[in-house]
Nanobody
Framework: VQLQASGGGSVQPGGSLRLSCVASGFNFDYYALGWFRQAPGKEREGVACISSTTAGGDTFYRDSVKGRFTISRDNPKNTMYLQMNNVKPEDTGVYYC???????????WGQGTLVTVSS
């Protein structure tokens, strides 16, 4: 099982980034997917998630990113995305992708990609 996150980098406030996470080794279609982040000195927090396609593909966002971030999945490519628009300095952190399957409580994590928002 592997989740490979990419797309992080440095961006100015108001800019955009798109994070990607390529998965392998499990039935991607049946897993809920999520993006988490951890800022320096803070705990990891959930940013956005999307349910499995069989569960409707519903999306959920933490309040601070609603209207700015969009999570999506491309099942044929086993890839999830996080489109980040109008980024703010408080969006700075290491972003981790996650795949979750409730039956059996399977949790898989990517290695993280650093996003730095600074002028």
């Amino acid at each position: 099982v592997q989740l490979q996150a990419s797309g992080g980098g440095s961006v100015q406030p108001g800019g955009s980034l798109r994070l990607s996470c390529v998965a392998s080794g499990f039935n991607f279609d049946y897993y809920a997917l999520g993006w988490f982040r951890q800022a320096p000195g803070k705990e990891r927090e959930g940013v956005a998630c999307i349910s499995s396609t069989t569960a409707g593909g519903d999306t959920f966002y933490r309040d601070s990113v609603k209207g700015r971030f969009t999570i999506s999945r491309d099942n044929p490519k086993n890839t999830m995305y996080l489109q980040m628009n109008n980024v703010k300095p408080e969006d700075t952190g290491v972003y981790y992708c996650n795949a979750y399957f409730a039956i059996g409580n399977y949790h898989y994590w990517g290695q993280g990609t650093l996003v730095t928002v600074s002028s």
